[in-house]
């Protein structure tokens, strides 16, 4: 069974902070991995992929690779109310047609 | 990425009747997926419908409830059949573009079965 795991929260953070987001697998040939964020009522927005172990940063927001650990985080810097939503994290796994969704973790951030 | 679009983006139903809801996508795509998400809850994978191919169904969920059409590699259908409020929820459409490796996601069709 290939799972992905998340914190289903909620995550409160201030303004201003950084708010973490953790995901685990566990198909251990994953190759590549995506962060998803869900405003409520709206469908899943792709804003981050990574396919190499480190960080990959785009703006105020940082994917983290580890494959050993079979871990990836999204971290998002300056939190903004605006920042608010579930974020889905996905995996494609080896040898299979289909990314597997984890079941997402709401933050919440606070003016 | 993909634009994809949706028909009808919402919807409310009587008891044991069908709705056929479309997706339609501006560009040729091999992998379209259908989703099921209530609410407050994750994404939930209906079927994986290929061109050319019968659908392949997830478990939990049977062709006779949800027959699903893909005549062409830009356009599929899914008809959620004989409703019951149990089908109460925002039914997505997603594609898969080539050399991405990952899903795109439609705007959804918010589903009430009354």
């Known amino acids: 069974q290939k799972e992905v795991e998340q914190n289903s929260g909620p995550l409160s953070v201030p303004e201003g902070a950084i708010a973490s987001l953790n995901c685990t697998y566990s198909?251990?040939?994953?190759?590549?991995f995506f962060w998803y964020r869900q405003y409520s009522g709206k469908s899943p927005e792709l804003i981050m992929f990574?396919?190499?172990?480190g960080d990959k940063e785009d703006g105020r927001f940082t994917a983290q690779l580890n494959k050993a650990s079979q871990y990836v985080s999204l971290l998002i810097r300056d939190s903004q109310p605006s920042d608010s939503a579930t974020y889905l994290c996905?995996?494609?796994?080896?040898?299979?047609?289909?990314?597997?969704f984890g079941p997402g973790t709401s933050l919440s951030v606070i003016p | 990425s993909a634009v994809i679009s949706q028909k009808p983006s919402r919807d409310i139903c009587q008891r044991g009747t069908s709705l056929t809801i479309q997706c339609q996508v501006d560009?040729?795509?091999?992998?379209m997926f259908w989703y099921r998400q209530q609410p407050g809850q994750s994404l939930t994978l209906i079927a994986t419908?290929?061109?050319?191919?019968?659908?392949?169904?997830e478990s939990g969920f049977v062709i006779d409830k949800f027959p699903i059409s893909r005549p062409n590699l830009t356009f599929s259908t899914l008809t959620v059949s004989n409703m019951s409020p149990e089908d109460s929820s925002i039914y997505l459409c997603?594609?898969?573009?080539?050399?991405?490796?990952?899903?795109?996601f439609g705007p959804g069709t918010r589903l009430l079965v009354l």
């Open positions: 997603s594609v898969e573009v080539p050399g991405r490796e990952t899903q795109y």
């Open positions: 198909d251990r040939g994953s190759q590549s």
């Open positions: 990574i396919y190499s172990n």
């Open positions: 996905a995996v494609n796994p080896t040898s299979y047609d289909k990314v597997i």
């Open positions: 560009s040729q795509v091999t992998m």
């Open positions: 419908a290929n061109q050319g191919s019968e659908a392949t169904y």
